[in-house]
């Protein structure tokens, strides 16, 4: 059973950063594609960061690009999201999931990982 498990989540001040992990188990084999997205307390859950094609290319919401950066390790099933310049509007559950390559990215992939919290507050 696959399972996805991030960490690095807290509490930070704005302007600060975070680094947050994301670690597969259950499966020997990589997935074609692992993303990061985020749910804000009464909205919906929304796409963040992706990375595919063996974690040569990355896919950014433009709300994130220039201050987030999405990497890992494609044969370990293993990714980052170092996130600096942070804002309270980034305030949210941070999730993992990863799977299959999907023609878009609206809806996420095909397992999920519980979440990590940010909270971006003085």
């Known amino acids: 059973q696959v399972q996805l498990v991030e960490s690095g989540g807290g509490l930070v001040q704005p302007g600060g950063s975070l680094r947050l992990s994301c670690a597969a188990s259950g499966t020997s084999s990589s997935f074609e594609a692992m993303a990061w997205y985020r749910q804000a307390p009464g909205k919906e859950r929304d796409f963040v960061a992706a990375?595919?094609?063996?974690?040569?290319?990355?896919n950014y919401d433009g709300s994130v690009k220039g201050r987030f950066t999405i990497s890992g390790d494609y044969t370990k099933n293993i990714i980052y999201l170092e996130m600096n310049k942070l804002e309270s509007d980034d305030t949210a559950v941070y999730y993992c999931?990863?799977?299959?390559?999907?023609?878009?990215?609206?809806?996420?992939?095909?397992?999920w990982g519980d979440g990590t919290l940010v909270t971006v507050s003085a």
């Open positions: 990375l595919f094609s063996e974690g040569r290319v990355t």
């Open positions: 999931t990863a799977g299959r390559l999907p023609p878009g990215w609206d809806y996420g992939l095909d397992y």
